[in-house]
Nanobody, 119 residues
Framework: QVQLVESGGGLVEPGGSLRLSCAAS????????MAWYRQTPGKQRDLVAT???????NYADSVKGRFTISRDNAKNTVYLQMNNLKPEDTAVYYC?????????????WGKGTLVTVSS
């Protein structure tokens, strides 16, 4: 089993910055990808950014140039640096880890951290 614990959410004014962290523990394999998703009430959970174990990254168009995903493999931790935040970035942000298990890719999720962008 894998446990994911997010931290770093909060209230920030438009144009401000926040840094989210997600610490993974448990049975973590060397081959995996970690990601951040976000969700607002009544909407589906959307991918924000992904980073693989080799460091390849991918971003949603809405956050390109403003958000940066990174990871520390030694600490099994993934980060999301969010700059120039906008009200539309308000959401619960979820950490995700995907790794090969049982002949397939298995997803693990954190409980989420709320980011509110408001003046």
């Amino acid at each position: 089993q894998v446990q994911l614990v997010e931290s770093g959410g909060g209230l920030v004014e438009p144009g401000g910055s926040l840094r989210l962290s997600c610490a993974a523990s448990g049975s973590i394999f060397s081959i995996n990808s970690m990601a951040w998703y976000r969700q607002t009430p009544g909407k589906q959970r959307d991918l924000v950014a992904t980073i693989t174990d080799s460091g390849w990254t991918n971003y949603a168009d809405s956050v390109k140039g403003r958000f940066t995903i990174s990871r520390d493999n030694a600490k099994n931790t993934v980060y999301l640096q969010m700059n120039n935040l906008k009200p539309e970035d308000t959401a619960v942000y979820y950490c995700n880890l995907k790794q090969p298990q049982y002949g397939s890719w298995v997803d693990y999720w954190g409980k989420g951290t709320l980011v509110t962008v408001s003046s």
